[in-house]
């Protein structure tokens, strides 16, 4: 779709597994409505798994070690996460993905992103590795500016889109869940090598 943003078709076969792991960490750290540093809610729910978590409210965009909600870590990234994760990493070129953070974002309703990128990490040699299970939505890619045109591409469930390189801090956003009229949900992985 465009330079250094790879899509893998179909790749993260194991969907029952990985629902089964959302279900556990979502048990331990719930998702939550967070609010962006302007006050406004975004729409998607969101939680964490691996070492740091991302966080927004009114002090800003950051990864925290700990839940705020509970005080506790966030649960750890389970090893089909990270063995998944490596493994798309890997397919894409980048040989040594160790990601530390994975936000989970579930879309239902109304549910969309706007325009934006990943822009809160350390080290921006490492990849992005987005993962969608669940319903279908459809992605956009900006690239280096935040309006204009995209490049759009529907991510189906099992698809993971890798990006890094040139495309690291490109701008991006998604849809909402097909089907989410009817109930559909769409949850995202995003695994990220934060701190
Ligand atoms: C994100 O950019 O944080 C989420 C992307 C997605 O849900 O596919
Ligand atoms: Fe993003």
């Not at 998944?84 to 980048?94: D, F, K, P, S, V």
Request: with cysteine; net charge positive; hydrophobic share 45%.
């Amino acid at each position: 779709m465009a330079p250094e943003v790879v899509l893998l078709r179909g790749f993260a076969v194991a969907t029952a597994e990985y629902a089964a792991a959302v279900d556990l960490v979502a048990a331990a750290a719930p998702f939550r409505q967070l609010q962006t540093p302007g006050g406004r809610p975004m729409s998607a729910a969101m939680t964490n798994c691996g070492a740091l978590g991302w966080h927004s409210d009114a002090r800003g965009y950051r990864y925290e070690p700990c839940d705020p909600l509970s005080g506790l870590p966030w649960p750890a990234m389970p090893s089909i996460f990270l063995d998944l994760a490596q493994r798309a990493a890997a397919e894409a070129g980048y040989r040594d993905f160790l990601p530390d953070a994975c936000l989970i974002n579930r879309y239902a309703g109304k549910a969309k992103m706007g325009a934006h990128r990943d822009a809160d990490e350390r080290d921006f040699s490492q990849p992005i590795v987005s993962v969608t299970l669940g319903a279908a939505a459809t992605f956009l890619w900006y690239g280096k500016l935040r309006s204009g045109s995209a490049v759009k591409i529907r991510l189906e469930p099992s698809d993971v889109l890798v990006w890094g390189g040139s495309a690291r801090r490109g701008y991006h956003a998604v849809g909402q869940a097909e089907g989410a009229a009817t109930g559909a949900v769409r949850i995202n992985l995003t695994f990220r090598k934060a701190g």
